[in-house]
C-alpha cells in the first residue's frame, strides 16, 4: 500500500517551528498574538510559490551588509527579498536568481516585503 504523499509545504512548516513561530490563520501558516509571521506569493509570470517571512530588523541589517556601498537602491531591495523567500522545500531563494526572475514575478516579490497587512497572494503594483 502507497504511503499518503507528504504536503510540499512541512519543510517550510519545520523551519518555522524550529524558529520558535507557529503555524499562521491562513494557509498554511499560523500567527503568534495575532503578528503574521510568513505568507504563500504566487508569482504571477512564472507560477511558482514561495513562501516569505515576516521581516526582522536583523534582516534588513544583513541585506544592507550585502548591498555594501552600492547607490542602486534595487541592490538593497533584492537582498531583503533573498533573505526572507523560501521554496516550498524550505530553501532560500539565492540573491542571483532574483537578478535572472522576469520583472512581475521580482515585482511581485518586493510588494509582498512591505505588504506584511494582507495575508492574500501578493499582487505586481
Do not use: H, W
Not at 510540499?8 to 519545520?14: D, G, K, N, R, S
Amino acid at each position: 500500500m502507497k504511503k499518503p504523499r507528504a504536503s510540499t509545504t512541512e519543510p517550510v512548516l519545520q523551519i518555522l517551528k524550529d524558529l520558535k513561530m507557529a503555524d499562521s490563520l491562513y494557509s498554511p501558516f499560523k500567527t503568534l498574538a495575532g503578528s503574521v509571521m510568513a505568507k504563500k506569493v504566487q508569482l504571477p509570470f512564472s507560477g511558482v510559490t514561495y513562501f516569505m517571512r515576516r521581516r526582522k530588523g536583523k534582516d534588513t541589517i544583513t541585506a544592507g551588509n550585502v548591498a555594501g556601498e552600492s547607490s542602486n537602491k534595487f541592490v538593497f531591495v533584492f537582498a531583503l527579498v533573498a533573505q526572507l523567500t523560501y521554496r516550498e522545500d524550505g530553501s532560500m531563494v539565492r540573491y542571483e536568481e532574483l537578478l535572472e526572475m522576469d520583472g512581475d514575478d521580482t515585482d511581485a516579490l518586493v510588494s509582498a516585503v512591505g505588504d506584511d497587512t494582507d495575508p492574500t497572494v501578493a499582487q505586481p503594483a
